[in-house]
């Protein structure tokens, strides 16, 4: 029962076993919420990456990578990316969590900033949120209304405009294709 290293440097040793139990919960890949997501979105015929390292950022990865419409999808939990629902303060060694967690989530913001400035969209779920409305929302970022056709080429020329017949005025009809 000590209150343990002032320092954030190393791991402290846990006392409580839930603690313990959460931190080698961190190491663990294909945690059930992201894998639930990852099935729903294979259902909707979504194809993706799975623990994609992300360009130009040493070892952080996103769960969930479309590198063809550059959408990038976390599922961060509750404990370790603090969820203002969830989030829990172990404790014991309190000084250490705090900083611990504090730098997870502003580890968060400055991965997404990063994928933002690549011009990739960005997508966070919490772990205790509906797979289903979190396969929505994804679909919804990978899928635009890509049924509007929108001109393609805008290119400089100014001089000869393009006929406008190619260009199909907005049919609402085929937005709501995911169930
Ligand atoms: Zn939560």
């Known amino acids: 029962m000590t209150t343990e290293p002032s320092r954030p440097s190393g791991r402290p040793t846990p006392s409580d076993p839930s603690v313990t139990a ?40 996103a769960d969930i990578a479309f590198t063809r419409s550059h959408v990038a999808v976390f599922v961060d939990g509750c404990f370790w990316h603090s969820c203002p629902e969830h989030r829990t303060a172990p404790a014991a060694n309190s000084a250490w969590w705090a900083t611990k967690l504090d730098t997870n989530v502003r580890r968060d913001q400055a991965t997404n900033e990063h994928l933002a400035a690549l011009g990739w969209t960005v997508l966070r779920f919490w772990e205790h949120e509906d797979p289903l409305l979190a396969a929505d929302a994804v679909a919804a970022a990978v899928r635009p209304p890509a049924a509007i056709g929108h001109p393609s080429g805008r290119g400089g020329c100014h001089e000869t405009p393009p006929p406008a017949t190619k260009v199909t005025s907005s049919t609402e009809t085929a937005t709501d294709r995911i169930q």
Not at 25 to 42: K, N, W
Request: glycine residues 2%; positive net charge.
């Open 22 to 61: 959460r931190m080698s919960r961190q190491a663990r890949r294909d945690t059930a919420p992201e894998v639930a997501l990852r099935r729903e979105l294979h259902r909707r015929g979504l194809r993706f990456r799975v623990d994609w390292p992300l360009p130009r950022m040493p070892r952080r990865r």
